[in-house]
């Protein structure tokens, strides 16, 4: 079983900044798929970025740009650095984790997920 608690949502002005991070625990962190998802009032969960243990990572096209996801293997933590932020990013944003390498951007594909921070970007 992983849990995944995140932190670091908040309220901001368009334009502003935010960094989330994720916290998980297990000994494996390092081999997991980490992601992040989002969801608006009415809206379905959308994919935003993910970051296979490897590395490498891949943004859906509305934050490529401004935002940038990382790991910290030695602290079980990935982040999800928010700049440039727009009034149409406001949502819950989730962190999620596949025990799998290399899992892609449906939220079907991770085991585990977090109970989600709120952003909430004024214009």
């Known amino acids: 079983q992983v849990q995944l608690v995140e932190s670091g949502g908040g309220l901001v002005q368009a334009g502003g900044s935010l960094r989330l991070s994720c916290l998980a625990s297990g000994r494996a962190f390092s081999t997991y798929t980490m992601a992040w998802f989002r969801q608006a009032p009415g809206k379905e969960r959308e994919f935003v970025a993910t970051?296979?243990?490897?590395?490498?990572?891949y943004y859906t096209a509305s934050v490529k740009g401004r935002f940038t996801i990382s790991r910290d293997n030695a602290k079980n933590t990935v982040y999800l650095q928010m700049n440039s932020l727009k009034p149409e990013d406001t949502a819950a944003y989730y962190c999620?984790?596949?025990?799998?390498?290399?899992?892609?951007?449906?939220?079907?594909?991770?085991?585990?997920w977090g109970q989600g921070t709120q952003v909430t970007v004024s214009s």
């Open positions: 970051i296979w243990s490897g590395g490498r990572t």
């Open positions: 999620a984790a596949s025990i799998f390498s290399n899992r892609g951007s449906t939220a079907g594909e991770y085991d585990y």
